[in-house]
């Protein structure tokens, strides 16, 4: 994204993903409410808009807000999720046409802004790249909201099944050494994956594929959330204050389980990766199957190192082609544990780039140098040991946002995201 013409392609391709999401969703559910600490989706929609408005024209170009209403109504941290229900936010036809304004202001700057000017934000098209990983992950967010909703048949993509990985053992083995973690060189980088450093790892050993679905069911057959071994005692208390018996939108059919999968009941796939769960139930699943979680950086190592080209983009290699994993919303839901033969990783996992976030079993820390930028309120504030890291992305993650070195923050209790796990062992 080096040109005026490259960003104005990139930010119109942001918005056009975006568009084509909410298009199948009626004006009335895009304003309906989904919970007492969710606000609706067209919500979501105009703080898209706003912080595009925030950071490229008010910011950036120093124009004043197109409604000082907005900063009370949208900014992310202000007011509190329950307290948005008594503010006047825009209608969805209303939120559309404020975001198609933002839009053409954020164009018309973009043909006279100093693209080498001596500022930070601008420097290698930062605060561009920023709006739009923004506006990506968003999209997501709004795909979590649409399954949450009851009642909601949202249309889904007939794919065709992918290909298949060549065979290989159930787990990797990973020796010891050191790697380099963090983003090397990687223009999309976000601070929390900076700064790059070299760590020493022991030998550990990894599964090569996510848990599946068939998996996980096991789990729940042996009684795993009705015997506290396993559990953590935060684990424990958390299922029991969730009354959790099995993963989010799984019920059990007169033929075994099923899902429910954005408002349609289906057979449960047993093959698929397990997604909705919590890092909880992936804490006790791995401790029942006598494993546990990775660390962040052991999922790092067999994801994107390669011993002798050194630091991978992506599992398969530096560039995204189209057909190396279940990215960018091709199908919406996880592919069966083993596809994608153009994915495997240098160590031979497969499966590390999309189809499910992976829970590690790390708390969301900074690295070695972290400086908080553009604001502390992107990552600074949510260090600590509240947080859990994800990584790989899922089905719906956009390929810029599901690099290797890409760190997602969840709260250990949240199951409404797509989120899976894949388990490891001492060596």
Same mark, same amino acid.
């Not at 202001?105 to 006279?112: P, T």
């Not at 065979?167 to 976000?190: K, M, N, R, T, Y």
């Not at 930028?373 to 949510?382: D, L």
């Given at each position: ?6 960003? *104005? ?117 930062? &605060?561009?790249?920023?709006? &739009? ?7 997501? %967010?709004?795909?979590?909201? &649409? ?36 983003a090397q060189d990687e223009p999309w980088a976000c601070d929390n994956e900076l700064v790059a450093h070299e760590v020493e790892l022991r030998a550990f050993s990894i599964d090569r594929a996510p848990v599946t679905n068939g998996q996980f069911a096991q789990f729940v057959e042996d009684r795993g959330y009705r015997s506290r071994r396993g559990w953590s005692s935060e684990g424990w208390e958390w299922r029991e204050s969730e009354d959790a018996s ?13 899902? %429910? ?39 790092? *190592? ?32 996880? %592919? ?54 994800? *990584? ?12 290797? %070195? ?22």
């Amino acid at each position: 994204m080096e040109s005026r013409l490259e960003i *104005r392609a990139t930010l119109e391709r942001a918005r056009a993903a975006t568009d084509a999401l909410l298009e199948a969703i009626p004006d009335d559910a895009l304003a309906a409410p989904v919970g007492p600490d969710r606000p609706p989706l067209v919500w979501d929609y105009a703080h898209v808009a706003y912080f595009e408005e925030l950071w490229l024209l008010r910011n950036l170009e120093g124009d004043p807000p197109i409604s000082y209403l907005h900063d009370d109504i949208y900014a992310a941290f202000r007011p509190e999720p329950g307290e948005r229900s008594g503010l006047p936010m825009l209608r969805p036809a209303a939120t559309r046409a404020y975001a198609a304004d933002v839009r053409a202001r954020v164009l018309e700057m973009l043909e006279h802004v100093d693209l080498d000017a001596p500022n930070a934000l601008v420097r290698k098209n930062f &605060v561009f790249r920023l709006v &739009v990983l923004h506006e990506l992950q968003l999209q997501e %967010t709004m795909l979590e909201v &649409v399954q949450q909703r009851a009642g909601l048949e949202y249309p889904t993509p007939v794919a065709s099944p992918p290909d298949r990985a060549p065979l290989g053992p159930d787990e990797i083995h990973v020796p010891a050494g050191s790697f380099v973690l963090g983003a090397q060189d990687e223009p999309w980088a976000c601070d929390n994956e900076l700064v790059a450093h070299e760590v020493e790892l022991r030998a550990f050993s990894i599964d090569r594929a996510p848990v599946t679905n068939g998996q996980f069911a096991q789990f729940v057959e042996d009684r795993g959330y009705r015997s506290r071994r396993g559990w953590s005692s935060e684990g424990w208390e958390w299922r029991e204050s969730e009354d959790a018996s099995a993963p989010l939108y799984w019920e059990r059919g007169d033929g075994g389980w099923e899902r %429910t999968r954005f408002g349609r009941r289906e057979p449960l796939p047993p093959d698929e990766p397990v997604q909705h769960v919590s890092w909880y139930e992936a804490e006790a699943f791995a401790r029942w199957a006598g494993k546990r979680l990775p660390t962040e950086l052991e999922w790092e *190592r067999a994801a994107g190192w390669h011993e002798h080209e050194g630091k991978f983009r992506y599992p398969w290699g530096q560039e995204w082609m189209g057909f190396e994993a279940n990215l960018d919303r091709h199908r919406f839901s996880p %592919t069966p544990a083993g596809s994608y033969a153009g994915g495997v990783s240098p160590v031979g996992c497969v499966q590390m780039g999309g189809d499910v976030w992976e829970w590690t079993s790390s708390h969301f820390l900074p690295y070695p140098g972290f400086l908080a930028f553009p604001y502390p309120e992107y990552s600074e504030v949510y260090f600590g040991n509240e947080y859990r890291v994800r *990584r790989g992305g899922s089905w719906a993650t956009d390929a810029l946002v599901a690099r290797t %070195t890409f760190r997602s923050w969840e709260h250990p209790g949240r199951r409404h995201g797509f989120s899976g796990f894949r388990c490891a062992r001492d060596a």
